[in-house]
């Protein structure tokens, strides 16, 4: 079955899709290791990660295109990734789309924000016009049909807690952009539980929320009763690893090869702590046999290092 199509089953449940954020591919294998159903690309992560930069509109196209497509390449679960504003007008967007469904991912979301855009949780955000914005999404449904109707196209709007906006103003769009042809709407950044619940009552489509920032938080059992269809925790494994990196960092300068000494002994008690055999060598292995025949494995008789547990 397509990824695309994988998605759009999960999506029929009356419960909700909970899908946990990854920036990278290793990030991404990992939450794919675990289990999870869905898997989402965050952009902030993107710009940060291989950018070290913030979420303000720094990361080219083929930038987030690139990080996706190393994604979708490592997960068996359908991916589900930021594609900013769409990278210019609706011709923009009509390539956008193509390029996007191209890298493997199940799906896109795309905002309402002018170029360059930012983070949907800092202030200073700016939307451009409704019609210009239909446009945009009409593109974009045009775009997914040609390629591959199944690809799912998610409509976010910023026009709560843009410059100017309300959240009356993001309801219109997003009901405006699902008549458009998406699939589903993203009003992003409503402040309190209160909103939430007018965004679930008033939007006529099913709903992705993003549960970070200054949004409330819910637990599974309020996010179905709320009807919420998809709810993304984009930043969680980023700042993970912001803190494992920064605490070793610390400890390591402050105690030297001692510190990575006994960070080393309690990786390898961890369910990670095969990392060649995570990494995929057995994988490696498996192929060599399969194309390049068993005398290939002679090379591992007497070498010395990691040996696969398929030989």
């Known amino acids: 079955m397509k990824k695309t199509t994988q998605l759009r089953e999960l999506m029929k449940s009356e419960k909700t899709l909970f899908v946990p954020g990854c920036y990278n591919a290793l990030s991404g294998k990992i939450l794919d290791k675990v289990g999870f159903p869905a898997i989402y690309m965050t952009g902030y992560g993107t710009s940060l990660s291989l950018l070290g930069m913030p979420d303000a509109g720094l990361a080219t196209m083929t930038e987030m295109h690139q990080n996706a497509r190393n994604i979708a390449n490592v997960t068996d679960a359908p991916v589900i990734a930021d594609s900013d504003n769409g990278y210019g007008n609706a011709i923009n967007v009509v390539r956008t789309v193509k390029e996007y469904i191209q890298t493997g991912v199940a799906a896109i979301h795309i905002e309402d924000q002018i170029i ?157 702590g095969d990392f060649h055999t995570f990494a995929g060598f057995d994988e490696v292995m498996e192929l060599e046999k399969r194309f390049m025949g068993e005398e290939e494995l002679e090379k591992y008789a007497d070498s010395l290092g990691h040996r696969p547990a398929a030989e």
Request: proline fraction near 6%; charged fraction near 30%.
């Open 116 to 272: 360059p855009k930012r983070c949907g949780h800092v202030a200073g955000r700016q939307v451009i016009p409704i019609d210009e914005a239909v446009g945009k999404y009409r593109a974009a449904d045009y775009a997914r049909k040609e390629v591959d109707p199944d690809f799912v196209l998610i409509a976010r709007t910023d026009a709560r807690g843009a410059h100017g906006g309300t959240l009356d103003d993001a309801i219109t769009r997003a009901n405006a952009y699902l008549e458009a042809g998406a699939d589903m709407a993203f009003v992003e950044g409503p402040r309190d539980v209160e909103e939430v619940k007018r965004i679930c009552a008033e939007v006529k489509g099913p709903i992705l929320y993003n549960q970070t920032g200054i949004s409330p938080r819910f637990s599974e059992a309020e996010m179905n009763e709320l009807g919420i269809a998809i709810t993304i925790v984009p930043g969680a494994t980023l700042r993970a690893t912001m803190v494992a990196v920064y605490d070793l960092a610390v400890a390591m300068h402050k105690d030297g090869p001692d510190a990575e000494k006994r960070f080393n002994e309690q990786f390898t008690e961890h369910p990670l």
